[in-house]
């Protein structure tokens, strides 16, 4: 009996390259990854992409399977094409740096404009902060935590498309974990961050974001509690 | 550096959240298209009493109401999509956003027959 394939369609090159075929034996329990691999060992060594834990861990590994944005080393090729056929595509809405492997410098950029990182408040002392799992603000800080940074969600958000500079869902929700952090001091300055025109009240609610997040995070709800938190800040005067 | 073109992102669009919103959007454009048909017909209603039956005989004919229907489906559908949104923003219902869909396009639905059978049985 022949052996089953799998006819891939892999871009190929920057910004402006295509797509090339290639046929990759289907296997069991295969996963995108794997076939994107395969290709690089069997096919073509100058194919390039990236990927580091291979358990869903790291966030590298993001790629557009089918036109959709999705962290490949745990999608199985069962699940995306039943049919044999397959599209793997580098992330929409980033540069493309050659083949699948995009430049994720202005994703992580926009962390930082967000003040995504932790701003210990004065008064800690040294002693570890306690922080009652049970409470409201560890809750909504938990809602949010687990996020890998795979750009999925980045990739899939049409504001993004639409507005460039639009810090996107991921960033968001990093700065709505840390503004439940109750060991966090930056507050004020991390709401106004997120505030601007860019920021979370350029949300239209299509929750791709929540939708396709791998980590089944709910950026969208993070990006609302934003902008409840921001609006009622700036009816204070304090932003 | 630029991002990758010809890769189509509908398949990512395709799940209730954000057919939601393009409903949202598109019946929000089409009760906009109408404002001005709405004017139009009120200026003429206040020109005389003629003008009057006339407008209303012709509001009579089975193809406007079926576009009447239209409207109030237009209506109800950008309602709902309102209603889902603030229903997102103010967390108020955080469950599965096929539900709140459904929800959208039932309540839809059920506005414009509802509408429908009256003026129908009128």
Known sequence: MAEAMLDVRVWRGAGDGAFRTYAVPRRANQTVLDVVSWIQRHLDPTLSYRFACRVGMCGSCAMSVNGVPRWTCRTHIAKVAAEGALTVAPLRNLPVIKDLAVDMAPFFAKWARARGQFDPRSGLGSEFARVPPASPERAAADAGIECIGCAVCYSACDVVAWMPEYLGPAALNRAWTLINDTRDGGRKPRLAAVAGDAGCHACHGQEGCRKHCPKSLDPSGAIAGLKRMSALAALKGEI | ?122
């Open chain 2, 1 to 122: 550096m630029s991002e990758a073109r010809s890769i189509p992102a509908w398949r990512s669009r395709m799940h209730p959240s954000w057919i939601a919103f393009l409903i949202h959007r598109l019946s929000g454009l089409a009760l906009a298209l109408f404002i001005p048909v709405h004017f139009w017909a009120l200026g003429r209603i206040v020109e005389s009493e003629a003008a009057l039956d006339a407008v209303l005989a012709w509001s009579a004919h089975p193809l406007v109401k079926l576009a009447e229907t239209g409207l109030v489906i237009a209506l109800a559908l950008h309602l709902a999509g309102g209603i889902r949104l603030l229903g997102v923003e103010f967390a108020l219902w955080r469950g599965r956003p096929g539900a709140a869909f459904a929800g959208m396009i039932g309540f839809a639905l059920a506005a414009g027959l509802l509408f429908l059978l009256n003026a129908v049985s009128g």
